[in-house]
């Protein structure tokens, strides 16, 4: 994970390239470090990309400069992702981490299966979304990752480790989900509590038989397409009052 590529997001308008230099100069050496524009008129467009020397000096900058000031106005500094992304191997995901645990430290625990990159996913704010993608050179590197970290516990909770599907696989056409297998005494409060965790539970559809009786499923509704993919990524296969749940995409449409 020897990132030197950091994105410095926030800019104000006028920042300029020397001024960008100079300020994330002040924990290392700076390469290059550019804010991007567009190409026709040249405007900012609010945020910047720069490459270190060295990758201790990229870590310092995302530790020791995120939300600190630059002209008046907080930034976001964060690794560049891109060249990342686009190296090949094969990725897993990792679910219900701690909520605290940072990509480096989630790195640690899988450096024996040789990651190439371990990426704790966040929202805009900057905190965790519950899991991780990470990326192995190989397929046996991979299943090897799989087959002893699933299941694991780590800083009190059982990681949740499978190989992550492509985007095809696992896209949802509604801001729904379908939650199946659920035990006879889980209720709609309960639903709402678990599906807080990863965004906003706007409606909650037990079905029930004429007695009351839960038929074992509901069909929950959250405030976006992101937080519906983001409940099926870490809420499958989460046991609840001793049923592992089945959390998937809802098939139908409205």
């Given at each position: 994970?020897?990132?030197?590529?950091?994105?410095?997001?926030?800019?104000?308008?006028?920042?300029?390239?020397?001024?960008?230099?100079?300020?994330?100069?002040?924990?290392g050496e700076v390469l290059n470090a550019s804010v991007?524009?567009?190409?026709?008129?040249?405007?900012?467009?609010?945020?910047?990309?720069a490459t270190y020397a060295a990758p201790e000096g990229?870590?310092?900058?995302?530790?020791?400069?995120?939300?600190?000031?630059?002209?008046?106005?907080?930034?976001?500094?964060?690794?560049?992702?891109?060249?990342?992304?686009?190296?090949?191997?094969?990725?897993?995901?990792?679910?219900?981490?701690?909520?605290?645990?940072?990509?480096?430290?989630?790195?640690?625990?899988?450096?024996?299966?040789?990651?190439?990159?371990?990426?704790?996913?966040?929202?805009?704010?900057?905190?965790?979304?519950?899991?991780?993608?990470?990326?192995?050179?190989?397929?046996?590197?991979?299943?090897?990752?799989?087959?002893?970290?699933?299941?694991?516990?780590?800083?009190?909770?059982?990681?949740?480790?499978?190989?992550d599907k492509a985007p095809h696989e696992r896209a949802?056409?509604?801001?729904?989900?379908?939650?199946?297998?659920?035990?006879?005494?889980?209720?709609?409060?309960?639903?709402?509590?678990?599906?807080?965790?990863?965004?906003?539970?706007?409606?909650?559809?037990?079905?029930?038989?004429?007695?009351?009786?839960?038929?074992?499923?509901?069909?929950?509704?959250?405030?976006?397409?992101?937080?519906?993919?983001?409940?099926?990524?870490?809420?499958?296969?989460?046991?609840?009052?001793?049923?592992?749940?089945?959390?998937?995409?809802?098939?139908?449409?409205?």
């Amino acid at each position: 994970m020897e990132n030197t590529d950091i994105y410095i997001g926030n800019l104000t308008w006028d920042t300029t390239d020397e001024e960008l230099l100079e300020f994330l100069g002040s924990v290392g050496e700076v390469l290059n470090a550019s804010v991007q524009r567009h190409a026709d008129s040249q405007r900012s467009k609010g945020w910047g990309l720069a490459t270190y020397a060295a990758p201790e000096g990229a870590a310092l900058a995302v530790s020791q400069l995120d939300q600190s000031e630059l002209k008046g106005r907080p930034v976001h500094v964060r690794f560049d992702r891109s060249k990342i992304e686009n190296v090949g191997g094969v990725n897993i995901f990792v679910g219900n981490i701690p909520w605290e645990i940072t990509s480096e430290q989630l790195y640690e625990s899988f450096f024996p299966f040789q990651p190439i990159d371990v990426h704790v996913k966040t929202n805009m704010a900057g905190r965790s979304r519950g899991f991780a993608i990470a990326k192995f050179p190989n397929q046996e590197l991979a299943d090897a990752a799989v087959a002893q970290m699933n299941g694991k516990e780590l800083q009190g909770r059982q990681l949740q480790v499978r190989e992550d599907k492509a985007p095809h696989e696992r896209a949802v056409v509604a801001p729904r989900v379908y939650v199946g297998k659920l035990s006879a005494a889980v209720a709609e409060e309960g639903l709402i509590n678990l599906f807080s965790e990863v965004g906003t539970v706007i409606e909650v559809r037990m079905a029930r038989y004429s007695s009351g009786q839960s038929k074992g499923w509901a069909i929950i509704t959250l405030s976006s397409l992101e937080e519906a993919q983001l409940a099926i990524e870490v809420l499958n296969g989460r046991e609840i009052d001793g049923q592992q749940i089945v959390v998937r995409g809802d098939r139908k449409r409205v």
